[in-house]
């Protein structure tokens, strides 16, 4: 079955530092990549996602890049803010209502202000 | 967008009783349905996936007789925790694929 290795665990930075997340993934047939925020208690939200057939996407201060070869994407956020201080959720899994999502372990990140 | 429901979204309950978690599609079919639990601090865990009218199919390691699933219409689930022990105390959280997947508010259990 498809395994999500994802780094760091946790993240700290200012106030409008960037912030890189980096999740790889082993099965190659998988081709839909979201990324969840989550707060304390709270469900995932989804913020962003890429299917294979694209190579990077983006959305106001938070993009996404996929390397099918390489088997990584990782999830870039610019000009953090206090409020994007939360566990962040790489995923993986085909393109399907079927297919349940593989996530990776989490990476908790704090922005200070 | 897409929609899924939750309920309860806690519930205290003592040890040796069986607890019944819902799992609502609100505006869409979902003919599958994914049921995950999350320690604290640790990822969401896949237990079970969940069919429209045939029987769950369970991630290894977790009991079918103890996490009861039911998934009798293409909008609902059901997971019933039963003989709940505190090692069973978790954050449930349930969820549909769409265009994109959906998750319920999830389920604050805690068994004392």
């Known amino acids: 079955g498809e395994n999500v290795e994802q780094h760091p665990s946790t993240l700290s930075v200012q106030e409008g530092d960037s912030a890189v997340i980096k999740c790889t993934y082993s099965?190659?047939?998988?081709?839909?990549f979201p990324w969840y925020k989550q707060e304390l208690g709270k469900r995932p939200q989804l913020i962003i996602d890429i299917r294979s057939n694209v190579g990077e996407k983006k959305d106001q201060r938070i993009a996404v890049t996929l390397n099918k070869t390489a088997k990584h994407f990782s999830l870039h956020i610019t000009e953090t803010q206090p409020e994007d201080s939360a566990v962040y959720f790489c995923a993986a899994t085909l393109n399907s209502g079927y297919s349940t999502l593989t996530f990776g372990k989490g990476t908790m990140l704090l922005v200070s202000p | 967008g897409a929609v899924v429901s939750q309920h309860p979204s806690w519930v205290i309950c003592k040890s040796g009783t069986s607890v019944k978690i819902e799992c609502r599609s609100l505006d869409f079919q979902a003919t599958t349905m994914f049921w995950y639990r999350q320690f604290p601090k640790q990822s969401l865990m896949l237990m079970a996936t969940s069919n429209e009218g045939s029987k769950a199919t369970y991630e290894q390691g977790v009991e079918k007789d103890k996490f009861l699933i039911n998934h009798a219409s293409l909008t609902l689930s059901t997971l019933t925790v039963t003989s709940a022990h505190p090692e069973d105390s978790s954050f449930y959280i349930c969820?549909?694929?769409?265009?994109?997947?959906?998750f319920g508010q999830g389920t604050r259990l805690t068994v004392v």
């Open positions: 099965d190659s047939a998988s081709n839909y």
């Open positions: 969820s549909a694929r769409g265009t994109e997947a959906f």
